[in-house]
């Protein structure tokens, strides 16, 4: 059994403890919070499981890490924090700990990683023998190793398209959607997230990584953006008003260009009602998906929807970005020491866990 870490318990770390303590080669050794109230709590009952797991949440980071953890689930926000979630991450991997990652957006294609990123892990990996692996779902699985499956079916390939579509509404960060992206802010307001430049740092990895694996060479990447106001105001269950006039809908891509036409397309239509934008794509059902698209011969279409924590959308695209990278922790654990991407770690089947329970 290998001893695991899950530090933070927010919408991926509750995830990040149930898959867990269901690997049937993990063995869950400790939880860390940040918020004195979770000190002590179950990690169980911060998972939302309903019974407890026997292992208490705790704030005190050197004494876990000193203890030697085969692996930890870094599941702390970088969205708002990517330098100190790139520290602590260091940390972890330079207490010789197999560190998987949804939140270093940098690090999914460690390769073309700014070398601010870059550098310290791998002088960390050098001093300590830990390993990372950073990826999440979108960016993520939905964007490299999915589209990139899918594309072997086809006989010709003319483009990829990877979407998500999703009510933000049901997504539970509110200090994100309200000001990363805007949701809820008056038009002239500029997200941070959708700045020039920012997608391309945050999705840009990924199309790299699939014109790599496709042996394609990339021109170079652009953008797109569309935004629509909300012709009136909404109420939401986990976030409150948002009002007539302020931003309500986001449509963008990030576009892989090679031989002049954008081959590999990266878009995202985002809702905080699904009134707003409907004439933009819409999920087949609920309030979220992802969809990849292969253009070609044949036209091959594939939509996955994930739910969980009573069949909410963002919670089950969590779960599923969890899963790929709890899923890969032991394959870590017996590779060399180093800086992985989504090209390196194989997707693997759920071995020994069909007809498993969380115990």
């Known amino acids: 059994m290998i001893p695991t870490v899950v530090w933070g318990t927010g919408n991926v770390g509750r995830a990040a403890i149930r898959a867990v303590a269901a690997h049937p080669d993990l063995e869950l050794s400790a939880v860390l919070v940040a918020n004195p109230e979770k000190v002590g709590r179950d990690a169980g009952r911060l998972a939302g499981l309903g019974h407890d797991l026997g292992v208490a949440a705790r704030g005190d980071v ?26 602590d991450v260091v940390r972890a991997v330079r207490a010789g700990a197999v560190v998987v990652t949804p939140s270093l957006y940098p690090l ?3 390769r073309g990683a700014p070398p601010e990123f870059r550098e310290p892990v791998l002088a ?13 779902v979108d960016p993520g699985w939905g964007n490299d190793v999915l589209p990139l499956l899918v594309s072997g079916l086809g006989s010709t390939v003319e ?20 000001y990363l992206v805007g949701m809820g802010q008056p038009m002239e307001y500029e997200p941070p997230m959708l700045l020039p430049s920012v997608p391309t740092m ?16 990339l021109d170079e990447i652009r953008e797109t953006l569309q935004r629509r106001p909300l012709e009136r105001t909404v109420s939401t269950r986990t976030m409150g008003e948002f009002a007539a006039g302020t931003q309500g809908a986001v449509r963008f891509e990030v576009q892989g260009i090679v031989d002049g036409e954008p081959r590999l397309v990266i878009e995202h239509v985002t809702r905080i009602h699904p009134e ?13 998906a992802h969809r990849v698209i292969v253009e070609g011969r044949p036209r091959i279409e594939v939509t996955v ?9 963002s919670a ?36 020994g866990k069909l007809g498993r329970r969380l115990r």
Not at 305 to 313: G, K, L, M, P, V
Request: glycine share 12%; net charge negative; charged share 25%.
């Open 62 to 87: 050197e004494a876990v890490l000193a203890q030697g953890p085969g692996a930890v689930v870094y599941a702390a926000s970088g969205d708002l924090r990517p330098d100190e979630a790139l520290a």
């Open 305 to 313: 929807e994930a739910t969980d924590e009573e069949e909410n959308r």
């Open 124 to 136: 960390a990996v050098k001093e300590g023998g830990g390993s990372l692996f950073a990826s999440g």
């Open 202 to 217: 945050v999705w840009g990895g990924q199309l790299r990584l699939m014109a790599r694996a496709l042996g394609a060479e």
């Open 159 to 178: 483009a990829i398209r990877c979407q998500e579509i999703f009510d933000y509404s049901t997504y539970e960060q509110e200090e994100s959607v309200r």
């Open 276 to 288: 707003c934008a409907p004439d933009w794509p819409v999920p087949p059902d609920g309030s979220g």
């Open 108 to 110: 999914y294609d460690q």
């Open 316 to 351: 089950g695209g969590n779960a599923t970005a969890v899963g790929r990278l709890v899923g890969a922790i032991d394959w870590l654990v017996a590779a060399e020491p180093g800086l992985y991407d989504a090209l390196d770690v194989p997707l693997r089947p759920a071995v």
